[in-house]
C-alpha cells in the first residue's frame, strides 16, 4: 500500500515538472543580464515576452555553447525582426526562469551559397 502510494506522488510531482515547463518559439529582441526579450506571435499579432535568466540558463548557438554576450552580437548584426530563437522555461507566471535558449548556428562552409 505505501509503495502504491509513494509510486503516486513521484509521478504526480513528475507530471507536475512537466506541465510547467513551456517552449516558446520567435524573435529573439533582447539579451540582458538577468533577462531576454522574445516576440512571439498570438493570434496573428506580434507580442514581446520578457523571461528572466539565472546562472543555470543554457545559451546555445545550434548545437554549440554559446553566451549571452554571443546573442547579443547576433542580435546586434540581425535585421529590425532580432534572431529566431526557441526558449524553454520552467515555471509559470512570475517564477518563470529560461532554461535554455537556442539560435542557429553558422552554416557550415560547403553548404553557404
Keep these: 500500500m505505501l509503495r502504491a502510494f509513494s509510486t503516486a506522488i513521484a509521478g504526480l510531482v513528475l507530471f507536475a515538472g512537466l506541465v510547467l515547463a513551456e517552449e516558446y518559439r520567435g524573435y529573439l529582441k533582447s539579451v540582458g543580464k538577468n ?6 506571435e498570438d493570434k496573428g499579432k506580434d507580442k514581446d515576452l520578457d523571461i528572466k535568466t539565472d546562472t543555470g540558463t543554457n545559451f546555445l548557438k545550434g548545437t554549440a555553447k554559446g553566451s549571452a554576450e554571443d546573442l547579443a552580437r547576433m542580435i546586434k548584426e540581425s535585421d529590425a525582426k532580432g534572431v529566431r530563437a526557441h526558449v524553454k522555461t520552467k515555471g ?3 517564477a518563470e526562469v529560461a532554461t535554455e535558449i537556442r539560435v542557429a ?9
Excluded at 35 to 40: F, P, Q
Aim: hydrophobic share 15%.
Design 35 to 40: 533577462k531576454v526579450t522574445l516576440t512571439v
Design 92 to 94: 509559470s507566471g512570475p
Design 105 to 113: 548556428g553558422p552554416r557550415p562552409k560547403d553548404e553557404k551559397k
